[in-house]
């Protein structure tokens, strides 16, 4: 599938997603997992925004650009599919709670530590500075951290590191599951092999001169495209299965995974 047939694809699926969710909305449809609903959407729409920077790069033959992006959209898969399995398999929505709450805090403190860092290594300072007096002193929403709580943060977001993720996947899944199969399994070793993108690495550039030696630029491009879009359709799919389940809601599901497949 070339460019223009991945953004004509992608158009045409998402029409049918707004309609299913507008019509969803307008009537206030029952939601099962209200906090996974909006969690999952919220991924959603971010993976929809990358890959139309990917189709952007894309159309002007920029397999740089697009490589970076499409390292960021397999670590935003994993953690929405992560998500969405774990709500679908535990049958609550835990997992979501622990996202937007211990998750966020998590990183506000780890951009906190390294801003204290450089902070430390700008002042010279010789000694590094006590990261729990400083968050106490300069942030007051977060006064009486201490060192438990950082232990409870770290415990309960451990689950969204990748090799929690991957080992959670096998699990429940291994090769019996197609979405794990055909999707998740593939792009376990690519988000490794796409990180030297990210780090500015030298890898990258050999990759990249070698797809060009071999003119394989727009094929690498066009598969990594299509990967984004079949990814951001899942995503949608969890969505709809949040809401209570019904006929209506099966009808919807089945609706959007038919036209999936016949787009791919």
Do not use: W
Not at 34 to 54: G, H, Y
Not at 61 to 69: A, D, F, P, R, V
Not at 171 to 178: A, E, G, H, T
């Amino acid at each position: 599938m070339d460019i223009q047939q991945s953004r004509e694809s992608f158009d045409s699926y998402m029409e049918i997603y707004r309609k299913i969710i507008d019509d969803f909305s307008t009537r206030k449809k029952e939601v099962l997992y209200p906090i996974a609903k909006e969690v999952l959407e919220k991924f959603s729409i971010n993976l929809s925004r990358i890959f139309d920077s990917m189709l952007e790069s894309g159309e002007k033959g920029n397999l740089y650009s697009c490589s970076i992006l499409y390292r960021s959209m397999i670590e935003h898969f994993f953690k929405a599919f992560y998500i969405f399995e774990k709500t679908i398999s535990d049958k609550n929505q835990d997992v979501s709670v622990s996202f937007q709450q211990h998750y966020l805090m998590s990183e506000f403190l780890a951009e906190k530590a390294g801003l204290l860092d450089m902070e430390d290594l700008q002042n010279g300072n010789l000694t590094k500075t006590d990261f729990l007096e400083f968050i106490n002193s300069k942030f007051p929403e977060f006064e009486g951290i201490d060192k438990e709580n950082q232990k409870e943060i770290s415990i309960a977001t451990r689950q969204f590191g990748l090799k929690e993720m991957i080992k959670h996947f096998h699990k429940r899944m291994q090769n019996k599951n197609y979405l794990y199969k055909n999707v998740v399994s593939q792009m376990i070793p690519e988000f490794s092999r796409f990180s030297t993108f990210t780090h500015g690495g030298m890898f990258a550039n050999a990759i990249i001169d070698t797809h060009t030696a071999q003119k394989t630029v727009s094929e690498e491009i066009a598969r990594i495209i299509e990967i984004t879009m079949i990814s951001v359709l899942l995503i949608n799919e969890s969505v709809i299965l949040m809401y209570k389940p019904d006929k209506e809601v099966a009808d919807a599901f089945i609706k959007l995974k038919n036209k999936r497949s016949e787009d791919s």
